[in-house]
């Protein structure tokens, strides 16, 4: 295989150099926030439960997949590790340099290829498909959102009784459920995640921020430093409105690059995960900036931060769609739109 080479689940190949790199950079994470690794052995255990936060079990690997051989396994969606019994260190120690062998390889399938596995980062499982478009569309009058679909009156009968009933039971707290229906008219309700939002105007434009994602590119600088991190936001322009919301985040690509003075966005993988968030969102998300952490207190954009804006201002230009840009520090983040001299900062809170 050579270095572009990918194996059958769409992994990229790694070279040694940058697999050591991996190694490296999780060990420093790991330092800066529970303090200095100085020898061996590597604590795998805490790594995983307390920096990375996977439930770590013991299974019966075996019994789970049918087979021998297998020691150890992930799921990604549930962030968990499954180790086999036969490993367990207090009633097998003599298993014990397998058993933490079995663990790193573990976290290492984690580390670099759980996002190939993620790909649900807008919607829940549960809503696959939701905003799917079924049936002939049509135009009802002459504006850009007039598009519609016929519905079949039994649908509309039936949502408007659930909504008759929610609204009745409607509490005070923010709640957001989907009802959905299937073709023998059998109703789920599916609660959404809800975040609060954030807003601040920047040269006349104003953002509506999500404060999950606040909170996640928060969690992302921490976890990179002393190196800066960041990635691509998430949302939908409302060009007559003058309005932006920015409501998720792409993390960084494998192929990113990581410094203390600087980030070097990569690419590998980025339009296929664009294209999926837009087909689970019927398009309703899309690209709409990127994001950059600086490691101090700190979000005075630098020289190359300038220079990426410019080339991002004369980019989207040409689409008639503001650039936007993040910069999130210690405890604020700053917002560019449209024009570097106008920025406008915004404290974590
Ligand atoms: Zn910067």
């Given at each position: 295989?050579?270095?572009?080479?990918?194996?059958?689940?769409?992994?990229?190949?790694?070279?040694?150099?940058?697999?050591?790199?991996?190694?490296?950079?999780?060990?420093?994470?790991?330092?800066?926030?529970?303090?200095?690794?100085?020898?061996?052995?590597?604590?795998?255990?805490?790594?995983?439960?307390?920096?990375?936060?996977?439930?770590?079990?013991?299974?019966?690997?075996?019994?789970?997949?049918?087979?021998?051989?297998?020691?150890?396994?992930?799921?990604?969606?549930?962030?968990?590790?499954?180790?086999?019994?036969?490993?367990?260190?207090?009633?097998?120690?003599?298993?014990?340099?397998?058993?933490?062998?079995?663990?790193?390889?573990?976290?290492?399938?984690?580390?670099l290829?759980?996002?190939?596995f993620?790909?649900?980062?807008?919607?829940?499982?549960?809503?696959?498909?939701?905003?799917?478009?079924?049936g002939?569309?049509y135009?009802?009058?002459?504006?850009?959102?007039?598009?519609?679909?016929?519905l079949?009156?039994d649908?509309?009968?039936?949502?408007?009784?659930?909504?008759?009933?929610?609204?009745?039971?409607?509490?005070?707290?923010?709640?957001?459920?989907?009802?959905?229906?299937?073709?023998?008219?059998?109703?789920?309700?599916?609660?959404?995640?809800?975040?609060?939002?954030?807003?601040?105007?920047?040269?006349?434009?104003?953002?509506?921020?999500?404060?999950?994602?606040?909170?996640s590119?928060?969690?992302?600088?921490?976890s990179?430093?002393?190196?800066?991190?960041?990635?691509?936001?998430?949302?939908?322009?409302?060009?007559?409105?003058?309005?932006?919301?920015?409501?998720?985040?792409?993390?960084?690509p494998?192929?990113?690059?990581?410094?203390?003075?600087?980030?070097?966005?990569?690419?590998?993988g980025?339009?296929?995960?664009?294209?999926?968030?837009?087909?689970?969102?019927?398009?309703?998300?899309?690209?709409?900036?990127e994001?950059?952490?600086?490691?101090?207190?700190?979000?005075?954009?630098?020289?190359?931060?300038?220079?990426?804006?410019?080339?991002?201002?004369?980019?989207?230009?040409?689409?008639?769609?503001?650039?936007?840009?993040?910069?999130?520090?210690?405890?604020s983040?700053?917002?560019?739109?449209?024009q570097f001299?106008?920025?406008?900062?915004?404290?974590?809170?």
């Open positions: 295989m050579n270095g572009k080479g990918y194996g059958k689940y769409g992994v990229s190949f790694i070279t040694p150099e940058q697999m050591e790199l991996e190694i490296h950079s999780l060990l420093a994470e790991y330092s800066n926030q529970h303090g200095q690794i100085l020898d061996p052995p590597i604590p795998i255990d805490e790594i995983t439960e307390i920096y990375l936060e996977l439930a770590l079990e013991f299974v019966d690997t075996k019994k789970l997949f049918g087979v021998d051989g297998v020691f150890g396994a992930l799921w990604v969606e549930e962030q968990r590790v499954g180790i086999d019994h036969s490993l367990e260190p207090e009633s097998n120690p003599k298993m014990l340099g397998r058993y933490h062998f079995t663990l790193a390889h573990e976290v290492g399938h984690w580390r290829h759980r996002r190939k993620q790909k649900r980062v807008v919607t829940q499982p549960s809503l696959d498909g939701h905003l799917k478009i079924f002939n569309q135009r009802y009058s002459n504006s850009c959102r007039d598009v519609s679909v016929r079949p009156q649908s509309v009968a039936l949502h408007a009784a659930v909504a008759a009933r929610q609204f009745r039971s409607l509490s005070t707290d923010f709640v957001a459920k989907v009802f959905r229906t299937d073709d023998s008219l059998m109703t789920t309700c599916i609660e959404v995640d809800v975040s609060p939002y954030r807003q601040v105007v920047v040269n006349g434009w104003t953002l509506h921020v999500s404060e999950r994602l606040i909170r590119m928060v969690q992302a600088r921490v990179m430093l002393p190196r800066e991190t960041g990635g691509v936001l998430l949302g939908s322009i409302d060009l007559a409105r003058k309005l932006i919301y920015v409501v998720d985040s792409v993390s960084a494998p192929d990113s690059q990581y410094s203390e003075t600087s980030y070097l966005r990569g690419c590998e980025l339009v296929e995960s664009l294209e999926i968030i837009r087909l689970q969102t019927g398009g309703q998300l899309e690209y709409v900036g994001w950059h952490s600086h490691p101090g207190a700190s979000t005075r954009p630098s020289k190359h931060d300038g220079q990426l804006f410019a080339w991002l201002v004369q980019h989207r230009l040409m689409d008639g769609i503001p650039a936007l840009m993040a910069i999130v520090g210690e405890d983040s700053r917002w560019l739109v449209k001299s106008k920025s406008k900062e915004m404290k974590h809170g």
